[in-house]
């Protein structure tokens, strides 16, 4: 059965001054700046890391009341505040997002540190702390460094059908072709029980999906105005499906829509798979040079037969003769092959 919903903007977090419940409510063991972590859930927010275990600090806790002038640096940047005296982590969370959050990447990990005057450099911030006195504070992005493989799974990949509607035909080079082999991926995923995430780009203008792709079973069909698939809704969707790693994209342009959605799924930690013979734009000059500046962002481009066969990764698989039946005949070799 076939969801779809109204058609979503571009759109930001609020942020929930206070703790306990909302979007920047804190996880379990320790403050953060993001949602709530679920256990094999997609990595789609900026979580603060919590305090570790131990106490003591340049300011602990005492008897006292007002205000207490504390020293908020973040990057190249040191802005005097104040908070109330006895405030702890929460809220010199929440005072750093207002002192600079347009300046902080929503989907990045941080951790807060404080000045310790007994070692004359910064240490993280110790459990329990509450401010008593005039202190120095800091928060510092962590460099998670990740590796890409490009192991593909069944139950760890999601595909993203981008925006394959009727008025492209005319204008995208070699139309026919990528949606020969869009198809080819849609019956694949039905096959592998893999789920489906349809976008529309503003189809009152623009026309629906093309009716040669069958969207029979797929999870979503979201109409939007944002070039990026990556909406509200598709954050969601992707939250509700448990362990999920890979995203493999295809359709329509190459330098737009597939580019920017993309670059935000890897952003968020996801590992992105593009299907070089599903996908073009109207200039193969633009599509050529997008897909070379995805692949050096460490964005897998690779083929549908390469896809099928890697989810499926064995002869004895129990869907293998099927994915067989469906890569017989080869893709279609059009002038997108001296393009990539």
């Known amino acids: 059965m076939v969801r779809r919903r109204s058609r979503s903007r571009d759109w930001r977090p609020p942020v929930c001054p206070g703790g306990g419940s909302g979007w920047w409510s804190s996880s379990s063991g320790g403050g953060g700046l ?10 789609l ?4 890391a919590a305090p570790p275990a131990g106490g003591g600090g340049c300011c602990p806790a005492g008897p006292g009341g007002g205000s207490v002038p504390v020293l908020f640096c973040f990057s190249v940047f040191a802005r005097p505040s104040t908070v109330p005296h006895g405030a702890g982590y929460e809220l010199l969370i929440q005072k750093f997002l207002s002192l600079y959050g347009d300046q902080l990447d929503m989907h990045r990990k941080f951790v807060v540190q404080l000045f310790a005057e007994e070692w004359s ?54 139309f026919g072709d990528i949606i020969s082999v869009g198809q080819r991926l849609l019956q694949g ?26 969207l029979t079973g797929v999870k979503l069909v979201l109409p939007k105005t944002k070039f990026s698939m990556v909406l509200p809704e598709v954050e969601a969707a992707l939250a509700d499906i448990p362990g ?34 599903a996908t073009s734009s109207r200039s193969m000059m633009d599509r050529m040079f997008a897909l070379e500046r995805l692949a050096r962002t460490g964005i897998i481009v690779t083929t549908s037969e390469a896809i099928l066969l890697q989810l499926v990764a064995d002869k004895d698989h129990p869907k293998f003769k099927e994915i067989q039946n469906i890569i017989k005949a080869s893709a279609p070799e059009s002038g997108l092959l001296s393009k990539v």
């Open 34 to 43: 993001g949602r709530r972590e679920a256990p094999e859930r997609l990595p």
């Open 45 to 48: 927010n900026m979580a603060a």
């Open 121 to 174: 450099q910064y240490i993280d911030l110790p459990k329990g702390f509450l401010v008593s006195e005039r202190c120095k504070v800091r928060l510092v992005p962590l460099q998670i460094q990740i590796t890409t493989l490009g192991n593909l799974t069944p139950s760890s990949t999601v595909f993203f059908c981008c925006d394959m509607q009727e008025r492209f035909r005319p204008a995208i080079k070699y």
């Open 189 to 214: 995923a039905r096959i592998l029980g893999i789920p489906v995430i349809v976008t529309e780009q503003y189809p009152k203008g623009l026309g629906s999906t093309v009716q040669e792709i069958d």
């Open 244 to 277: 999920v790693r890979s995203v493999v994209l295809f359709g329509v342009e190459t330098h737009v829509c597939i580019q920017q959605t993309a670059l935000e799924l890897v952003g968020r930690g996801v590992e992105v798979h593009i299907v070089a013979d």
